[in-house]
């Protein structure tokens, strides 16, 4: 372990973040370390330097080689798993897979993922299928009040259910087994959108018990940006289909999602080497130290606030949600323009949502932070508060 920089700045050393920012939103669109770019830019070169080689004679073999060795971490076998360039894509190409009748209902929620909220619409304005969408509580103090609003929204009708893994706007950790378990005793279908989950959740796929989940590897995987996979169980494989139709159609799940098309995959050959900085600092030791680490931010921030977490350590994973304090307004408008003035006139990157009446900041928690961007963003909201009294 000598040779692994310490969590922090030592560790920030390695990523390629502007100096002198304050960056607390590692959820949107994750970070990439140096090393991990060096690798996809190589593979960039290796093509272009043979074009048509690698095209024909690499890159489907080297897309394999990537799922096998994302398929190990996430308890599946590489024949499962195709891989796509991120979430929304996935959470298209089953929905568009599917084919639903008039009155059929798929279940989202008000912390649905904004396009996947799209997606589901579209849709159903295709096809007659009803979207139903129940309102989970916020701030949510258990996962029994989760599954419970969630499971009000089953019915004898719901063809599917869309669940994700962490909500997007409030990071919650949901108990997504328990909440497949329930979508199934009504006969849905069920797809998980795990787009925050592989890096900062320990995954086995198979107990979750769904028939689709979708992950992105560019967020908390450390890949390069355009890296997500799609697996799906058995029963349902042979039915689905990307969104792109191309050469590999009816040849099977796998040859399907590996050719859509001439692209650049550069993203997906580096995620071995993604994974590989990760196995550095020990995947479990970087989700433990990050979940700490934004539970006591969450702690201290609020405690500085005199406000609340949105959620208990329990439903916390590797990003927390802490209300500001009163005086920043309560719209979307307010949390938009309080995001700009932090990130232009004091360089630090956080997202900020209206939610149940008042701003709540999303504290990303990776192994570059360390207490000083807390104490900044800390001091920054007091800060801001004063000058607008
Ligand atoms: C819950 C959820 N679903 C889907 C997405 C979309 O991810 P992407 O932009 O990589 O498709 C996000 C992005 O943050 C998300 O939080």
Redesign the pocket.
């Known amino acids: 372990m000598s040779d692994v920089p310490a969590f922090g700045t030592p560790a920030r050393r390695l990523f390629q973040l502007e100096d002198g920012s304050i960056y607390l939103n590692h959820?949107?669109y994750g970070a990439t370390p140096r090393d991990v770019t060096a690798v996809q830019r190589h593979w960039q070169d290796r093509l272009e330097a043979e074009p048509s080689r690698f095209m024909e004679r690499e890159f489907r073999p080297g897309l394999r080689v990537a799922a096998s060795r994302l398929a190990e971490w996430i308890g599946v076998e590489g024949r499962a798993v195709a891989l796509v360039e991120?979430?929304?894509?996935a959470?298209n190409a089953v929905l568009r897979s599917m084919s639903f009748r008039p009155g059929d209902e798929i279940l989202i929620n008000d912390q649905?993922?904004n396009?996947?909220k799209n997606t589901v619409r579209w849709i159903a304005a295709r096809t007659g299928a009803v979207v139903v969408q129940v309102d989970l509580p916020f701030p949510a103090y258990s996962a029994d009040s989760l599954l419970s609003a969630f499971a009000a929204g089953l019915s004898g009708r719901t063809r599917l259910a869309v669940i994700?893994h962490?909500?997007?706007p409030t990071a919650l950790v949901m108990p997504v087994e328990r909440m497949v378990a329930a979508a199934r005793q009504v006969g849905a279908a069920t797809l998980v959108?795990g787009?925050?989950a592989p890096g900062m959740i320990p995954l086995d796929l198979p107990s979750i018990g769904a028939d689709w989940y979708t992950g992105?590897c560019?967020?908390w995987m450390f890949a390069p940006k355009g890296c997500?996979f799609l697996w799906a169980s058995e029963e349902v494989r042979a039915d689905l289909h990307p969104t792109v139709i191309s050469h590999g159609y009816g040849q099977g799940f796998v040859t399907e999602f590996d050719w859509v098309g001439t692209r650049d995959a550069s993203a997906h050959f580096a995620l071995p080497d993604a994974l590989g900085f990760l196995e550095r600092f020990g995947p479990e030791r970087v989700r433990d130290r990050n979940h700490r680490f934004v539970v006591d931010a969450g702690r201290r921030l609020a405690d500085t606030w005199g406000t609340e977490t949105g959620a208990p350590p329990a439903l916390t994973g590797s990003m927390i949600t802490v209300r500001l304090p009163d005086g920043f307004g309560s719209s979307q408008a307010d949390a938009i323009e309080l995001r700009r003035r932090l990130l232009d006139e004091r360089r630090i990157q956080v997202p900020i949502n209206a939610l149940a009446g008042g701003l709540w900041a999303r504290v990303s928690g990776q192994i570059y932070n360390d207490d000083s961007d807390i104490d900044a963003l800390a001091e920054a909201i007091l800060t801001e508060r004063r000058n607008s009294a």
Not at 86 to 89: L, P, V, W
């Open positions: 959820g949107s991120n979430a929304t894509q959470v649905t993922y396009a996947v994700d962490v909500t997007s959108d787009a925050h992105n560019h967020k997500a």
